[in-house]
């Protein structure tokens, strides 16, 4: 099993920037799929970014498209979320997940790792 432990949520204006770290432990990390998930008040957990194992391939939201960027550095055991332009309705709990190789990376129930949420709030 990954252990995950999400880092570098807190408060941003609109249009500001703010970037977000999952340190993994555990078992392979590299061959894992990871992705970020969010989750706003009274909402939904919903699907943001995820990575592949390698790093090659990267799939996005289209709310998030454009302006988030996710890496990975499997020699650190870390994944990064670079989120820019930030507006007010990104304001959410932010996971990080980590499931096996394959599956759809935007669906939660293809991940069987989770960190415990860094929280993300942007002021208008």
């Known amino acids: 099993q990954v252990q995950l432990v999400e880092s570098g949520g807190g408060l941003a204006q609109a249009g500001g920037s703010l970037r977000l770290s999952c340190a993994a432990s555990?078992?392979?990390?590299?061959?894992?799929?990871v992705g970020w998930f969010r989750q706003a008040p009274g909402k939904e957990r919903e699907f943001a970014a995820a990575?592949?194992?390698?790093?090659?391939?990267?799939y996005y939201a289209d709310s998030v498209k454009g302006r988030f960027t996710i890496s990975r550095d499997n020699a650190k055991n870390t994944i990064y979320l670079q989120m820019n332009s930030l507006k007010p309705e990104d304001t959410a709990d932010y996971y990080c997940?980590?499931?096996?190789?394959?599956?759809?990376?935007?669906?939660?129930?293809?991940?069987?790792?989770w960190g415990q949420g860094t929280q993300v709030t942007v002021s208008s």
């Open positions: 555990g078992r392979t990390f590299s061959l894992y799929k």
């Open positions: 997940a980590a499931g096996p190789i394959g599956g759809n990376h935007q669906r939660i129930d293809d991940y069987d790792a």
């Open positions: 990575i592949n194992w390698s790093g090659r391939s990267t």
